[in-house]
C-alpha cells in the first residue's frame, strides 16, 4: 500500500511503502515549538494528493528528532466510503494549549490570535438568517456596506415598478459613487438612485475609502491595485492625496495635537521619567526624515513628536540631535526625573550642556554593542574561547545595573570591574555561591585574554557604564518605532505631511494600545507564546498573548473620530 504523508500546506513530506498492519513512526522534538499537522491517507495516488489540498494555513515548521517513536496507524480505505485525510496533530510536552487557536499562535509568531478559522469558514459558508433591514439611526460609518455586481443592480431596475414594463437603465460613476437612472419605455417613469450620499457634492464613501487607507497605514498604490485586479470601482490614487491634503492630514494633526495637550497637562504634576531616540525614514546614511520620540516611560505613553528634515540641518546625522532640541520646550514647566537615550555622542553633550536633566543611557543598546564586538573578535582563530564567555559577559552587565536600584555609578563600576576577576579565576568580589560548572579561564599576560580585557576595561566604554540607566529603558520606544514602520515602511517614500500625519497617527495607536491586558483561555488561564528572536540564536523565549488591539475596530477610536473629523471639515470647505 503507498501512503502519503502530507504537511497542513501540502507540501510532501515523504512517501512509505507499508503494509496494512505497519505503522508509520513520527518523531518530535521533546521542545520543539513548532508544530505539523499530519494528514495521513492510505490508497491515494501522487496525483490525487497532490490535489486534495487542505483549507488550513501552515503552521509547519523546524523540528529535532527524539529517540522516542510516536506511533501513528494507516487509514485504509473502505469501498463505500470516500477518502477523507486523517488530521493528526502531536502535542508539545512542557507546554498547555486549551484550543487549536493556541497551538497555532504559538507556533507561528506572527500569527494574531483571533476567532479560530473554523468558524471563519463557517461564517462565509452559511449565510446568517433573514431578519428586518431597519433603521437604527447608524452613521455612514457605522452602516454596513456590501459589494455588489453591476448585473445585480441593472436587475433591479429594468422594470417600471409601475406598469411592469421595461425600463432603460443609464449609470454614472465618480469613484466609489454609483448613479442609476432608469426610464420606463411605456410610461415614461423616471427614477434616480445613488449607492451612498455626497458631503456638499462630494461622494461620502470617496472621503471615508481616503481615510480608511491613511487611518489604517495601509499604501495606497497597493489598495487601488487590489480594487483594479476585482474590477471594483474606486477614485485614484491623485484623488486619495489631495484628499489627504485637503482634509486628512490637518484632522490627524488636529486630534494628535489634543490629546498631545491632555497627555501633557496629566503628567505635569509627577516626576518624569523619559525616554528618546530619533527613527529615520530609510534605511543607510542618506535618510529624508528623522522622527525624534520622546515617552514617560512609566505611563508608557508618546509624549512628543518632531519630525526633521535633513535639508534643515547639515546632515541626516544631525537630525536626532535637532529633534531633542525641539522636544525640550514641552517639558520646561514639568519635572523630568531622568531623561534616558542611546549613546549618541551629539545628543549626549547637548543635554549636559543645555537641557541639564539627570541622564542616562539604556542598557540594551550598550549590552547590544559589547556584543557585537565580541562576537567579531571570536571569529579570529586565536581568540575563539570568548565566545563560551559572551552571554555570561553580557548578562553580568545587566546585573551590575540592575542590581544598583539607586544607580550610584561607583557601585557599577566596581560590580562591572568584578567580571574581569572572575574570568581570571579570582572571586574575592563574587557574590555566587558554588559553581557547578567551570568554563576555560581566561589569564591576564596570554593574547586572549589581554585583547578581552582591554575592550572590557576601555575607560569609554567604562564610563558609559557607568551611566546606565536602572530606572527605565527605551524598550517603550523601540516598540513604537516597530509600530511605526506599519504606518511609514521605509521602503515608501513620503512627502513632509504624509510622514508627519503617519507618524502622529502610530503615536496614536500606540498610546490607544499601550498597556494592554494579557489574554485569556475559555478557562481563566494567562495565555502565553513561545518565540524565537534572531539574538538568541535559535534559543526561544515565552511571551505573553495580549488582547486584540483596537485597531480600526471601535467606533470610539481615533480613525473614526479623525473621519467624523475630516467629513466636517470637507463639507466646512465646500461651502
Sequence with gaps: ??????????????????????????????????????????????????????????????????????????????????????????????????????????????????????????????????????????????????????????????????????????????????????VCKQCGTCRTWNNHPRVSGVPALNILLSGGILFTGSIPSKVFRLFRMLNIQCHTTRTFFRHQVQYLNEAVKKTWDEEQEQLLAATKEKELVLGGDARCDSMGHCAKFGTYVVMEMEVNKVLSLQTVQSNEVKSSYHMELEGIKRSKPLFQDHNVKALVTDRHRQVAKWIRESWKVPHYFDCWHIVKGLGKKLEKMAKKKALQPIRSWIKSIKYHLYWAVMSTPDGNPEVIREKWMGCVEHIQNRHGKCQHGPLEKQKMWLLEGTKVGDELFDVLTRKGFVNDVMKMSSLAQTSGVESYNSVLNHFAPKMVPFSYTGMRSRTQLAALHYNENAGRAQATSSTGEGRHRIDFPKHKSGGYTVKKILVRATYSKSRFFYPWLIIDEATVSCSLNMH
Design 1 to 182: 500500500m503507498f501512503t502519503h504523508i502530507e504537511s497542513s500546506d501540502g507540501d510532501l513530506i515523504n512517501p512509505i511503502f507499508t503494509s496494512a498492519k505497519s505503522s508509520i513512526t513520527l518523531y518530535q522534538s521533546h521542545k520543539s515549538l513548532q508544530l505539523h499537522k499530519l494528514h495521513v491517507s492510505a490508497s491515494q495516488t501522487p496525483t490525487s494528493w497532490m490535489n486534495s489540498r487542505p483549507p488550513h494555513r501552515s503552521i509547519g515548521i523546524q523540528s529535532t528528532l527524539l529517540t522516542d517513536p510516536v506511533p501513528v496507524p494507516t487509514l485504509i480505505k473502505k469501498a463505500a466510503a470516500p477518502r477523507k485525510p486523517v488530521s493528526v496533530c502531536e502535542s508539545v510536552d512542557d507546554i498547555s494549549t486549551d484550543s487549536e487557536e493556541e497551538n497555532e499562535a504559538i507556533a507561528d509568531p506572527d500569527y494574531e490570535p483571533r476567532e479560530s478559522e473554523e468558524e471563519d469558514m463557517l461564517a462565509d459558508d452559511k449565510p446568517t438568517a433573514f431578519v428586518e433591514m431597519s433603521d437604527n439611526n447608524l452613521t455612514l460609518l457605522e452602516e454596513p456596506k456590501y459589494l455588489v455586481t453591476e448585473s445585480s443592480i441593472r436587475n433591479l431596475f429594468s422594470t417600471c415598478p409601475k406598469c411592469g414594463h421595461e425600463a432603460t437603465c443609464s449609470k454614472m460613476v465618480l469613484g466609489t459613487l454609483l448613479s442609476v437612472t432608469a
